[in-house]
């Protein structure tokens, strides 16, 4: 059984920059031929995927946060990072990372979510 663990700082400053974990058990994250993304949903909105990392390392990103999206991957510790500079208060979210298959948008495993907080 896939699970996968956010961890990181619930509260940064505007400007600064957020960076979070994503651990994953039970499932390498290099495994043919999965990709690992961030998600986040901001209070009242609903989700928006911001990015992800394929199993080859490969990372892509949503053309509207690309800018200040940063995601890569540690294979010795099974775990893969977000990072994004520049944060604002409208960068408040409970961000997930999730499991899809390369040839769908479907996420199957998900992490149960990280509050993150931008206020200074």
């Known amino acids: 059984q896939v699970q996968l663990q956010e961890s990181g700082p619930g509260l940064v400053k505007p400007s600064q920059t957020l960076s979070l974990t994503c651990t994953v058990s039970?499932?390498?994250?290099?495994?043919?031929?999965?990709?690992w993304s961030w998600i986040r949903q901001p209070p009242g909105k609903g989700l928006e995927w911001m990015g992800a990392i394929s199993y080859s390392g490969i990372a892509f990103y949503s053309p509207s946060l690309k800018s200040r999206t940063s995601i890569s991957r540690d294979t010795s510790k099974n775990h893969v990072t977000l990072q994004l500079t520049s944060v604002t208060p409208e960068d408040t979210a409970v961000y997930y990372c999730?499991?899809?298959?390369?040839?769908?948008?479907?996420?199957?495993?998900w992490g149960q979510g990280t509050q993150v907080t931008v206020s200074s």
């Open positions: 039970g499932g390498s994250i290099t495994t043919n031929y999965y990709y």
């Open positions: 999730a499991r899809g298959r390369v040839g769908s948008d479907e996420h199957n495993y």
